[in-house]
């Protein structure tokens, strides 16, 4: 098929169609920079020698106007009513603390088919769709008006106008706020993020003391309480870089990104509900704690960081140091079957793990302490007990007696 000309276009469209400046224009929207489609429309009217360099500003008629002869039939009247939903926008913003925000458009429907008629008539060639003429504009307005900008990659705030008969109204989507930090746990009471009770799955009962929960507190809930406060967020969500057991102290700081949903207000303080979080609780402390976005959350989560930990364990028989000194040779590689405390949860495989480096030390005739560095992923209390033989090599085969971790601490995590 032939791409006609711009002004074979042009020619056609001024003879078929009566269309106002926008809409004219808006054909070819591609052409010619920092110009608006009203303009485009002027310069399309009046050069009868158009081509695709026409558009340009010294082409622009000085009595050019915005909005003038707005309401052919391709757009209705919404060029005339920019005015109302720049108002109903920032209205709907009035509770909100923003800086960045998009505008989304759902036209009206008969002005998407009328668009679809002419791009199937004249050809889609320079083009734009109208809600992207409509977003623009309306953006540009607001920010004209109200302290904030657009910003396509991360708004605070997306507000779609729907423009359609009998909705007719704006929709905000309020995104997350985001803050990094790091913690360590000092309990070994407490889970990473609130468990339902197992018995009553959160709706209340006698074992949960009618408050839902397997524990009466977590590292989130100790955490979140003032950020959620302060920002006005609904709630607030924890993206955590691994867990540690519930019965585990964290000493290594790890690294988590707390996302508070639908908040009022984005500006915070960190320095100082970081210092308010760390004098109201002794389970756990917070570190680093600073404004981030999605990537870096999913980051955190994805992150295979290889850590360090203490055990305190115990061993069926009493045991020598020479026994004590065989555990050297689980660093290398281990393989290790799917535990079966998780198994429920993964697909049940064998996996090799890098064990880094051990060093122990006797702290009595049926126990020693251990403190292991090895590879993200790598199981150590079935590393320590060898979960019936289903970890290869393990600490209990190598100094000849079941050994049981009965306490474990992380205490570096690679960053
Ligand atoms: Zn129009
Ligand atoms: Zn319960």
Not at 86 to 106: A, N, Q
Not at 176 to 204: A, M
Not at 247 to 268: H, T
Not at 289 to 313: C, E, G, L, N, S
């Amino acid at each position: 098929m032939n791409i006609p000309s711009a002004e074979e276009k042009r020619d056609h469209l001024v003879e078929n169609e009566s269309l106002c400046d926008h809409c004219l224009g808006r054909q070819f929207a591609q052409l010619g920079h920092g110009l608006e489609n009203f303009e485009r429309g002027l310069i399309a009217r009046e050069i009868d020698d158009l081509d695709e360099d026409s558009f340009e500003e010294e082409n622009v008629p000085e009595d050019a106007q915005q909005g003038h002869r707005c309401g052919c039939n391709a757009c209705g009247l919404v060029f005339e009513e920019l005015d109302h939903w720049v108002t109903m926008v920032i209205d709907s913003f009035d509770r909100y603390e923003l800086e960045t925000f998009l505008i989304g458009i759902r036209p009206p429907e008969d002005v998407v088919s009328r668009e679809d008629e002419l791009w199937g008539e004249y050809g889609t060639e320079f083009t734009e769709p109208i809600k992207t003429e409509l977003s623009r504009l309306i953006g540009k307005r607001i920010e004209d008006e109200i302290d904030v900008t657009v910003d396509f990659e991360r708004a605070d705030i997306m507000a779609v106008v729907d423009m359609r008969d009998g909705k007719e109204r704006v929709e905000l989507q309020v995104n997350s706020v985001l803050i990094y930090g790091q913690y360590n746990k000092y309990s070994r009471e407490i889970p990473q993020t609130e468990w339902h009770c197992r018995k009553c799955r959160g709706s209340g009962c006698d074992q949960c003391d009618w408050t839902g929960k397997q524990y009466p507190t977590s590292v989130q809930e100790e955490i979140q309480e003032p950020f959620i406060r302060e920002s006005k967020a609904i709630e607030a969500k924890f993206h955590g870089g691994g867990r540690e057991d519930v019965d585990a102290k964290c000493f290594g700081k790890r690294e988590f990104v707390l996302e508070l949903i639908e908040p009022l207000n984005r500006n915070l303080d960190l320095e100082e509900i970081q210092e308010e979080v760390n004098e109201s609780t002794d389970k756990v402390e917070v570190f680093e704690m600073q404004y981030t976005h999605k990537d870096k959350a999913a980051d955190i989560k994805q992150k295979h960081a290889d850590k360090k930990y203490r055990a305190q364990v115990e061993t069926e028989e009493e045991f020598s140091e020479e026994d004590l000194k065989n555990i050297s040779e689980v660093v290398g590689e281990i393989e290790q079957e799917t535990p079966e405390r998780v198994e429920h949860r993964r697909a049940e495989k064998v996996r090799k793990r890098e064990v880094y480096d051990v060093s122990f030390e006797k702290t009595g005739e049926k126990r020693f302490e251990l403190e292991v560095k090895a590879e993200a992923g790598t199981y150590i209390k079935e590393l320590i007990h060898g979960d019936e033989g289903r970890t290869q090599p393990n600490i209990s085969d190598l100094i000849g007696t079941s050994a049981e971790c009965v306490q474990l601490d992380v205490i570096w995590i690679e960053k």
